[in-house]
């Protein structure tokens, strides 16, 4: 089985930083896709950042130009640098990865979630 391990979430103040990273391990031949996603309470899940293994990324509007998703494939590890951090942002963000675990499966993961306060 596939473990994503998240660290690197806190409070922090408006227009602070903050650094989230989750390592993956386990059964893993390849990984496809990593990202975050982030669910404040009462509203839905959404995606907040992704990175393919060729480092083609994808962004929520709401974040580009002050989050950057990055890789580490020998790692396993993605990473999420917030700057310029909103209220709005605060959730629970969630690691995602989209695994292959021997060919052909492929199976998507998630992390326990870290929390991300900032206040104003």
């Known amino acids: 089985q596939v473990q994503l391990v998240e660290s690197g979430g806190g409070l922090v103040q408006a227009g602070g930083s903050l650094r989230l990273s989750c390592a993956a391990s386990?059964?893993?031949?390849?990984?496809?896709?990593m990202g975050w996603y982030r669910q404040a309470p009462g509203k839905q899940r959404e995606l907040v950042a992704a990175?393919?293994?060729?480092?083609?990324?994808n962004y929520a509007d709401s974040v580009k130009g002050r989050f950057t998703i990055s890789r580490d494939n020998a790692k396993n590890t993605v990473y999420l640098q917030m700057n310029s951090l909103k209220p709005e942002d605060t959730a629970v963000y969630y690691c995602?990865?989209?695994?292959?675990?021997?060919?052909?499966?492929?199976?998507?993961?998630w992390g326990q979630g870290t929390q991300v306060t900032v206040s104003s």
């Open positions: 386990g059964r893993i031949f390849s990984i496809k896709i």
């Open positions: 990175i393919t293994g060729g480092g083609s990324t």
């Open positions: 995602y990865a989209r695994v292959l675990v021997s060919v052909p499966y492929e199976y998507d993961y």
